[in-house]
């Protein structure tokens, strides 16, 4: 395996939490005096005024659970990083538009962010089938795209040095470390559920990969389009020497899928692994979820409060106004997409940390923002890095991280196994460094 990283500081520390989580289409939290042209009632900062960053978020379609957890996270974010003077001494400007987690309007969106809004760097996409369609077009229009994604079509070499992953980890990292304890701990003759599009291609390849390594078998891989509402008829198609059910589900019908598949397979069940994707904002606290008892799950950043809780988690729950279970102070029912919304604080302070190191300022220092980024080796844990430390590979612009094992356990997801970062690991399969800007 490759383990070697480019040179240069890991990045981390901690700033004063801003304020303000207000939701609207331009958000200017520096509180900066603003110029013409007016967007969504709000002026916008001329040229070299202010720091402009694009927000292609999921406001809706099947990825809408996300995009408004990914939101709120920048808002919170952004407050903070331009209460403590923002980038280079220039506020931050977010500029949010709806991609509707369609991968057509994934490219229109950013291109309207770099002719029309003429932004600095876009982040924000999460799902991979609108990822694939727009990291293609941000490289044609030399456009600086983070991607808060868990695609490994980046890692792959499928797209151009324009684009970065600096802070999610991708499937294939979660996987190959996860791997082995799921066939070592739970069993070897495993059926995969995913849903029928490149997300869960990646899942499907990379697990497969996986298991038969350790000795094992993939005994049904079950495919199902996202948008589905019932899933009665793919459960019979389950195995009965399935000794691992694998799951990993999104979209809006992710409990139906949670209850069926326990009504489907009732108390003589197989052992359960699933990732988070397929609960994420979803609460714990109902019946139909009981016989998740004892089974497991992948989460990025664990939704529950655990007994060796950080500081930094702490600053960020209560920058995000949320308490120990992942929900917000006074609602329990409003559970956040904690697994995953991290991404979009991290890549934050990823984009401020090289436009730092680059002096940058405006367009014209582009390229040298871009080869700060290629330069980081990585991010220590921090106030900016709440979900623990980062490895950062600049050849292939994809981070790797810690990944987090939790059994649901009295109702609530408890950390039984957390990864190494060396676990996470794998040969390079690009380098970016050697394309042209």
């Known amino acids: 395996m490759s383990s070697s990283f480019n040179g240069g500081a890991k990045i981390g520390g901690g700033t004063k939490i ?19 042209p007016l967007i969504g009632g709000r002026a916008l900062a001329g040229p070299g005024d202010a720091i402009r960053l694009g927000a292609p978020f999921h406001r809706t379609g099947i990825g809408a659970s996300y995009g408004r957890w990914y939101e709120r996270t ?17 506020p931050v400007e ?27 760097a876009v982040f924000g996409h999460l ?24 695609t490994h079509a980046l890692a792959a070499g499928r797209f151009n ?8 980890t991708d499937v294939k990292s979660q996987i190959r470390s996860m791997g082995p304890w799921i066939a070592n701990t739970l069993g070897r003759k495993v059926t995969l ?34 948008t589905e509402t019932s899933f009665t008829r793919y459960l019979p198609r389950i195995p009965f020497d399935t000794e691992v059910i694998y799951h990993v589900m999104v979209g809006p019908s992710v409990l139906t899928f949670v209850r069926e598949l326990g009504e489907h397979m ?7 692994f699933g990732f988070i994707d397929s609960l994420e904002a979803v609460p714990l606290d109902q019946p139909q979820l009981d016989f998740l008892e004892g089974t497991y799950f992948w989460e990025g950043m664990p939704r529950y409060a655990q007994k060796d809780q950080t500081e930094f988690d702490k600053t960020y729950r209560t920058a995000l106004n949320l308490d120990d279970t992942g929900a917000t102070v006074g609602d329990a029912k409003d559970v956040a997409t904690y697994s995953h919304m991290f991404s979009v604080w991290e890549t934050l302070y990823a984009i401020k940390a090289a436009m730092e190191a680059a002096d940058y300022r405006g367009p014209a220092q582009k390229t040298d923002m871009l080869e700060a980024m290629e330069a980081t080796a990585g991010f220590a844990e921090s106030d900016a890095f709440p979900q623990g430390e980062k490895l950062f590979n600049g050849r292939t612009h994809q981070a790797f991280g810690h990944q987090n094992i939790s059994k649901m ?10 990864t190494t970062i060396e676990d996470t690991l794998y040969p390079d399969e690009v380098d970016y460094t050697k394309m042209s800007f």
């Open 18 to 36: 801003g304020a303000g989580l207000g939701r609207r289409s331009v958000l200017a939290l520096g509180g900066a005096a603003l110029a013409a």
């Open 74 to 90: 920048a808002t919170a974010a952004l407050a903070r990083i331009n209460a403590a003077g923002g980038i280079n001494g220039l």
């Open 94 to 120: 977010m500029i949010v538009e709806d991609d509707g987690t369609d991968p057509k309007r994934g490219v229109e969106v950013i291109e309207k962010f770099a002719t029309d809004y003429k932004v600095d």
């Open 127 to 150: 799902f991979s089938h609108v990822v694939a369609a727009s990291a293609p077009r941000a490289g044609e229009l030399k456009m600086p795209y983070f991607m808060c994604s868990e």
């Open 161 to 168: 040095r324009y684009c970065f992953q600096p802070s999610m």
């Open 193 to 226: 559920i995913y849903p029928d599009y490149a997300f869960g291609y990646d899942h499907r390849d990379n697990m497969t990969a996986a298991i038969e390594a350790q000795g094992g078998k993939i005994v049904a891989s079950i495919a199902i389009p996202p």
């Open 266 to 272: 009732g108390s003589h069940r197989p052992a359960i």
């Open 409 to 418: 356990t009295g109702g609530r997801l408890e950390v039984v196994s957390r």
